[in-house]
């Protein structure tokens, strides 16, 4: 069946880096772009960054702008975020998500993984 | 950047209700617009497209309507699987914005 899992998550202190991934199976993964969304404990959903499905074009929020990268491997199905600079306030659950025709927005969802950043 | 906000933020219904939820951008979006289900503890769903276009297997007490700036989001026959939050998101150009969620509750 269609899914998404995340891994990579964990907790980091102010400054450092962390990656995430996100492994991609039961669709053809080079047909979709790609997002990731995040949710701090107790609030509400807050869009990333989004990848083409040839991983040409990227965008992100601003609030993660210079600081995060999204990219993706086609051949092994994955999805990253490299998360530099990391702030307390980037602590949050972190999704992956299809974009379902390629105009943002998400049809499928992983269950996440959390990402505390905490000195 | 496009600013979205939802009314009310939180609401409790009884079963069988109509419930209706508002969405308003701050400028026009045209009908880029989904509406997202969270129930406690799990991901979000997609319920809704293109402002109201149902996605498959999404039960059809759930409708949505407007376009331009005013969006809203009905369920018809409120019940007690619909308890969640409920989001709607832009999606006419970047950043993707959610709005901050309205979550719904039975009396």
């Known amino acids: 069946q269609v899914q998404l899992v995340e891994s990579g998550g964990g907790v980091v202190q102010p400054g450092r880096s962390l990656r995430l991934s996100c492994a991609a199976s039961?669709?053809?993964?080079?047909?979709?772009?790609m997002h990731w969304v995040r949710q701090a404990p107790g609030k509400g959903l807050e869009w990333v960054a989004v990848?083409?499905?040839?991983?040409?074009?990227?965008d992100y929020a601003d609030s993660v702008k210079g600081r995060f990268t999204i990219s993706r491997d086609n051949a092994k199905n994955s999805l990253f975020l490299q998360m530099n600079s990391l702030r307390v306030e980037d602590t949050a659950v972190y999704y992956c998500?299809?974009?379902?025709?390629?105009?943002?927005?998400?049809?499928?969802w992983g269950k996440g993984t959390t990402v505390t950043v905490s000195s | 950047d496009i600013q979205m906000t939802q009314s009310p933020s939180s609401l409790s219904a009884s079963v069988g209700d109509r419930v209706t939820i508002s969405c308003r951008a701050s400028?026009?979006?045209?009908?880029?617009l989904a509406w997202y289900q969270q129930k406690p503890g799990k991901v979000p769903d997609l319920l809704i497209y293109?402002?109201?276009t149902l996605l498959s297997g999404v039960p059809s007490r759930f409708s949505g309507g407007g376009s331009g700036t005013d969006f809203t989001l009905t369920i018809d026959n409120l019940q007690p699987e619909d308890i969640a939050t409920y989001f709607c998101?832009?999606?006419?150009?970047?950043?993707?914005?959610f709005g901050p969620g309205t979550k719904v509750g039975i009396k």
């Open positions: 998101q832009k999606y006419n150009s970047v950043p993707f914005t």
């Open positions: 998500a299809r974009d379902l025709t390629a105009n943002g927005y998400m049809d499928v």
């Open positions: 400028h026009g979006i045209g009908n880029n």
């Open positions: 039961g669709f053809t993964f080079n047909r979709y772009g």
């Open positions: 293109g402002a109201s």
């Open positions: 990848i083409s499905n040839d991983g040409t074009k990227k």
